[in-house]
T-cell receptor, first 110, second 115 residues
């Protein structure tokens, strides 16, 4: 099967940072995306990476290591409103199929 | 205004019945998708369409049939409903080419409960 794994929960403090990890083991790879999903709402696209290294997009940064099947989403200067689930999705070579992880629920405390 | 409209927002059905979930997108995208999300489970890919043609189907059951009457429509017909079909069904779209396919835009979802 296609394995995309994420920790279930993560807690952090307002003003600090949080790193949401994702490991994958899939039969193919054509990039990895991160989505934010609030309770009862649709996922919202955050970032897409296909090359190794860190992609800095300000509040959200993403890291990818293809050889290790590993990515993380880094949120800096956390705000309470960053509390949400963060979904990692591996894009397959065949037509835009995404395999999602179960998501990590991030709770940002005051 | 929402650019991907899904109807209805909530749907309750009895076991064995048939329902159609509606999806229309006004983003001008050429590719559309259906995903399903059950409680405690990952978002699961079901179908992908491009220019109204089926590109990929990862739904084991033939009870799920997508229908595309127009380029910006992709409905989902579900027959012989079972309680296990209870989930939120998300429609999504993306733009072909120039990397646009890397970004999916999701509708608000239809929450289906089968009794």
């Amino acid at each position: 099967g296609q394995g995309v794994e994420q920790p279930d929960n993560l807690m952090s403090v307002e003003g600090t940072f949080a790193r949401v990890n994702c490991t994958y083991s899939t039969s193919g790879f054509n990039g990895l995306s991160w989505y934010q999903q609030r309770e009862g709402h649709a996922p919202v696209f955050l970032s897409y990476v296909v090359l190794d290294g860190l992609k800095d997009s300000g509040h959200f940064s993403t890291f990818l290591s293809r050889s290790n099947g590993y990515s993380y989403l880094l949120l800096t200067e956390l705000q309470i409103k960053d509390s949400a689930s963060y979904l990692c999705a591996v894009r397959m070579p065949n037509y835009n199929v995404l395999y999602f992880g179960s998501g990590t629920k991030l709770t940002v405390e005051p | 205004d929402p650019k991907i409209i899904q109807k209805p927002k909530y749907l309750v059905a009895v076991t064995g019945s048939e329902k159609i979930l509606i999806c229309e997108q006004y983003l001008g995208h050429n590719a559309m998708y259906w995903y399903r999300q059950s409680a405690k489970k990952p978002l699961e890919f079901m179908f992908s369409y491009s220019y109204q043609k089926l590109m990929d189907n990862q739904t084991a059951s033939s009870r799920f049939q997508p229908q595309s009457s127009k380029k910006n429509h992709l409905d989902l017909q579900i027959t012989a409903l079972k309680p296990d079909d209870s989930a939120t069904y998300f429609c999504a779209s993306s733009q072909e080419g120039l990397g646009g396919q890397n970004t999916l835009y999701f509708g608000a979802g239809t929450r289906l409960s089968v009794l």
